[in-house]
């Protein structure tokens, strides 16, 4: 009953009760956006949803566009400017999703919605994430983040999509918050922001464990 009715429509109500009451802050991230990254400050990107249907993520811009003699864009570690990482540290690059929320493309919490080419990299197991709606955070971005290894991420994905609950949800916002206070796991160990995910080789197990 929750999982299908009443957490869709919490998050329609939240969703557009933050955007109407956000919208000062959106309007100043919106210019800010356009001073510091030279132009549009949105991000958009086709993102696989619930069932693996395909939607258009929206985000603010954290990388700016700087290429090479070449014409190829720079590392990430390079165009990730100042703004674009305090954008990433206190999360509010992802305030725009609020509106993939309303329009029903996501959740407030669920597994954050990747790359579409990672759909056939995915075992049998780990394509069990797109059971439910991705979201705005999950059980993956308050435990840990990027500095996750990709196996321990998706089991944590998985183990969400069976165990999805209102005390669950409200468990993983309240983890959310001291996540990103404490601002952890904003970059992996050997990236500035995640190493692509290549599949998951043979032999390789998640380390993390249920916490029930």
Same mark, same amino acid.
């Given at each position: 009953?929750?999982? /299908? =009715?009443? /957490? ?27 001073? =510091? ?5 949105? =991000? ?71 790359? &579409? ?10 394509? #069990?994430? #797109?059971? &439910? ?16 290894? +990709?196996?321990? /991420?998706?089991?944590?994905?998985? +183990?969400?999509?069976? #165990?999805?609950? =209102? ?13 990103? &206070? ?21 032999? &390789?197990?998640?380390? +993390?464990?249920?916490?029930?």
């Amino acid at each position: 009953m929750y999982a /299908k =009715f009443i /957490k869709q429509l919490i998050d329609f109500i939240l969703s557009l009760l933050g955007i109407i009451i956000l919208s000062p802050l959106l309007l100043i991230l919106i210019i800010l956006g356009a001073i =510091f990254m030279g132009g549009n400050p949105f =991000f958009t990107q086709e993102r696989p949803g619930y069932h693996e249907k395909i939607f258009k993520l929206i985000k603010f811009r954290t990388m700016d566009n700087r290429k090479d003699a070449n014409g190829d864009l720079l590392p990430d570690e390079v165009r990730l400017n100042k703004y674009g990482r305090f954008l990433r540290a206190s999360s509010l690059d992802e305030l725009p999703e609020l509106f993939n929320i309303l329009l029903g493309h996501m959740a407030i919490i669920g597994p954050r919605p990747l790359l &579409v080419r990672y759909l056939p990299r995915y075992s049998d197991e780990q394509r #069990h994430r #797109h059971d &439910v709606r991705p979201g705005l955070t999950g059980f993956a971005q308050a435990h840990g983040r990027n500095s996750l290894s +990709w196996e321990d /991420k998706f089991a944590m994905d998985v +183990w969400y999509t069976r #165990h999805v609950s =209102f005390r669950t949800d409200m468990g993983i916002i309240i983890d959310t918050v001291r996540t990103v &206070v404490k601002k952890e796991g904003i970059s992996s160990e050997t990236s500035a922001t995640m190493e692509e995910f290549m599949g998951t080789p043979a032999g &390789v197990e998640p380390t +993390w464990r249920p916490p029930f």
